[in-house]
């Protein structure tokens, strides 16, 4: 993980900031992007210099490759400013691995790691005024590669763009959340590409979540697509279920994505002796769980969603609301989460990263 300016990158900032134009207060999640973008463009067998240049529309041939065949993946992160004035980002080499095993699964090729943390350090230092310091701000920060070659013939580019565009950031939900356990949609299935953060991923859940919508729930927690039998992960984060007082969550797999706020929920939970179960879970126990009391809680977790309770849960059509907890584990872990990104909390882990 590397922290230093070499002067490998061309900049070209703007000439004057939008940002008296943003209302701080109001922000709708992914609505509205800093000053600056972050893009550097594979070519001829090589990714070229990297550049930094103002915000703004792409022109790309109506051909490429990325309209066709959706050969696209991403990243969520966030930046976060603490009392001090001081940014950090929070475990990004793990956002870096993951960019690059996505892409491989998809045929994109790999991002250089210079690259990658000098185009992060950069940036973010020429929009040092977009990030808010006080906890619940956040930069959303997107990093994403697109296949451009101009051709609808179907086989891996050779020309992408990788990008890194950034996005004041509050709240993702505005409150606690009601997921549709699914049925008979599939996120994705083995042998697939689940684990990767690909674009497709997240468009194929868009009609079953709109019909989930439909019927008052905001996301769908997804089930294996062999039987619908055993929980997976819901659109937007990872999810823990509290049983008595244990933490249950799926392992990971080819179909469910290793989220960053996951495995770091699992490590907080384990050094402060909750019991963890990283195991297979069935519908039909967190079923008996609510009816029979045991369930206590269950949560979301991402870089986009942090911590987000889960209020009530539908399946096979019927509705089961959790009561709330006095000393919930969501609240608890979500504190603790963000005593460290902010800076507020000693990092025995070692995951802050200075900007
Ligand atoms: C994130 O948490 O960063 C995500 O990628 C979720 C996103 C689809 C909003």
């Known amino acids: ?186 996120r994705s299935a083995s042998g697939g590409f689940g684990y990767a953060k690909a674009a497709g991923n997240y468009a194929g859940q868009f009609y079953p979540t709109k019909l989930a919508k439909d019927q008052g729930y905001q996301q769908i927690i997804w089930t294996d697509s062999n039987a619908h039998e055993y929980v997976e992960e819901a659109g937007t984060m990872n999810v823990f279920f509290r049983i008595n007082d244990t933490l249950l969550t799926a392992p990971i797999s080819d179909r469910i994505l290793d989220g960053v706020t996951r495995k770091s929920l699992i490590a907080l939970a384990e050094k402060q002796g909750i019991k963890v179960e990283v195991r297979p879970i069935k519908v039909s126990e967190i079923v008996e769980a609510v009816k029979n009391g045991s369930l206590k809680e269950i949560f979301g977790a991402g870089t986009a969603a942090v911590v987000s309770p889960v209020k009530a849960f539908g399946y096979k059509g019927e509705h089961y609301e959790l009561e709330k907890q006095d000393n919930s584990y969501a609240s608890h872990f979500k504190s603790a989460l963000m005593d460290i990104q902010y800076n507020k909390a000693e990092d025995s882990f070692g995951w802050r990263y200075k900007i």
């Not at 701080?24 to 001829?44: I, P, Q």
């Open 1 to 186: 993980m590397k922290n230093t300016i070499s002067g490998l990158l061309e900049i070209n900032k703007v000439s004057t900031s939008k940002i008296d134009q943003v209302d701080f207060d109001n922000l709708n999640f992914g609505s509205v992007f800093t000053d600056h973008m972050f893009v550097c463009d594979y070519k001829n067998g090589a990714w070229q210099t990297p550049k930094i240049v103002p915000y703004g529309p792409l022109t790309l041939d109506p051909s490429a490759r990325v309209f066709h065949y959706g050969q696209a993946v991403f990243e969520g992160m966030k930046a976060y400013k603490d009392d001090h004035g001081d940014t950090y980002l929070f475990r990004p080499d793990e956002n870096f691995k993951r960019i690059n095993k996505s892409s491989e699964r998809l045929a994109i090729p790999e991002f250089p790691e210079d690259y990658f943390f000098e185009g992060l350090n950069t940036l973010l230092k020429l929009e040092d005024a977009w990030i808010k310091p006080g906890v619940g701000n956040s930069l959303y920060i997107r990093p994403f590669v697109i296949a451009t070659q101009a051709s609808v013939s179907a086989s891996e580019a050779n020309e992408y763009k990788f990008m890194i565009i950034c996005s004041p950031a509050q709240s993702y939900y505005s409150g606690d959340v009601s997921v549709l356990v699914a049925e008979k949609f599939s």
